[in-house]
């Protein structure tokens, strides 16, 4: 049997998938979840109730806001794993169908892992790549490690604004020093409802289609703009000039700010926080390392209005990121085709199908590693 073989990297997000070819400067694809049926893979969209988001109970029922516009929640209390498995099997057989244009069984798989990624959905994927789609061989590799790759530099502080949380994980020598990530649910989700909050009380359309593109073409994060119009027309609405940029500055940047919890601090905060918490040798290498990166980063002045608060904070500086699949990509048409891989095989170890199906090995999570070492 031929040993050739398709490295494939795949980026999987709760609301967007990316797939590609190792080697390749952009994924071939980037595909939406919510174009599929995602109906009943939730029973809550919110899984257990949080105290931020109790007050949008309600709305999220009244227009298809919810659980049915994501793939997966951190939170996974009522979701159905089955039906995510049947959802996840056809995406990622349409990607290998009309765009990869390759059989599954001559393909590697390199998944892209999110900051504290559910062992559950790690074994669903695992399950969906090699059992019902027959590759070879799966690996997962860490989204801050890949993202800080991608700077050109082994060393970072990555801050990842995604849509279920914000996550701050340190990365020294391409390890991530997990006993120093912090995490916040000032992310993409929260945003998204208090636009939503204020598009109700304004008379606006408050569906969760017409908010993303408002988020995403009229929002940005800044000072006001200094126009003398106090309304701003998007697609025949009339809105508020100010949920421009207030909401943005309430949701990651709120003046006052409690200690007792992750969630009611600033992400600036949390960041200063963590480098804090560093060794001083930890501390000096990561401080002017700051990645920003994640689907809320692209928000126009976000990264520049967070480093601000950063530098005025602790002194903290930025670097620039190509993201996480391209660092994967660079990563693995390097790294991965070279004979010394022993390391980089213990650290990220690869799950071959075979040995998968039979029971002879099994997926391998960074916590069996961590609570392995306190073994004596």
């Known amino acids: 049997m031929s040993q050739q073989y398709y490295p494939i990297i795949l980026q999987l997000g709760s609301r967007f998938i990316r797939a590609g070819f190792a080697g390749d400067a952009v994924p071939i694809v980037r595909r939406r979840t919510n ?57 990622i057989y349409d990607i290998y169908l009309t765009d990869l244009l390759i059989d599954p069984k001559n393909c590697k798989v390199l998944v892209i892992e999110p900051p504290f990624f559910p062992v559950p959905l790690k074994n669903l994927i695992t399950k969906v790549l090699l059992f019902h789609m027959h590759a070879q061989s799966v690996r997962f590799f860490p989204e801050p490690v890949m993202t800080t790759i991608s700077s050109g530099s082994h060393s970072a502080l990555v801050i990842d604004m995604g849509w279920n949380q914000t996550t701050i994980t340190p990365v020294f020598d391409l390890r991530q020093l997990y006993k120093y990530a912090r995490s916040t649910m000032r992310a993409g989700r929260w945003l998204h409802e208090e636009v939503r909050k204020s598009m109700k009380e304004n008379g606006c359309p408050y569906g969760f289609e017409f908010v993303e593109r408002f988020i995403c073409e009229a929002m940005y994060a800044g000072i006001a703009s200094g126009s003398d119009e106090n309304m701003y027309t998007f697609e025949g609405h009339d809105i508020p000039m100010e ?75 930025g670097i620039k990121s190509l993201g996480a699949w391209e660092g994967a990509s660079l990563y693995c048409s390097t790294a991965l085709m070279s004979s010394s891989m022993s390391q980089d095989r213990k650290r990220w170890p690869e799950l071959v199908r075979d040995k998968y199906l039979k029971g002879e090995s099994a997926l391998i999570d960074w916590t069996d590693d961590l609570y392995g070492r306190l073994k004596v």
């Open 35 to 91: 174009l599929y049926d995602l109906e009943g893979v939730h029973i809550s969209p919110l899984g257990t109730s949080h105290a931020h988001f109790e007050d949008f109970g309600d709305e999220l029922n009244e227009s298809k806001n919810d659980g049915s516009q994501v793939l997966w929640n951190y939170d996974l209390v009522g979701a159905s794993l089955d039906k995510i498995e049947q959802v996840l099997e056809r995406i």
């Open 243 to 317: 949920v421009r940029y207030e909401l943005i500055e309430n949701v990651f940047f709120p003046s006052s700010t409690s200690n007792e919890d992750d969630n009611a601090q600033s992400i600036a905060e949390l960041v200063s926080q963590c480098l804090h918490e560093l060794g001083i040798d930890l501390r000096a290498a990561l401080k002017g390392q700051i990645i920003i990166t994640g689907g809320i980063s692209h928000i126009p002045g976000i990264k520049s209005r967070l480093l601000r608060a950063l530098a005025d904070k602790c002194g903290a500086g």
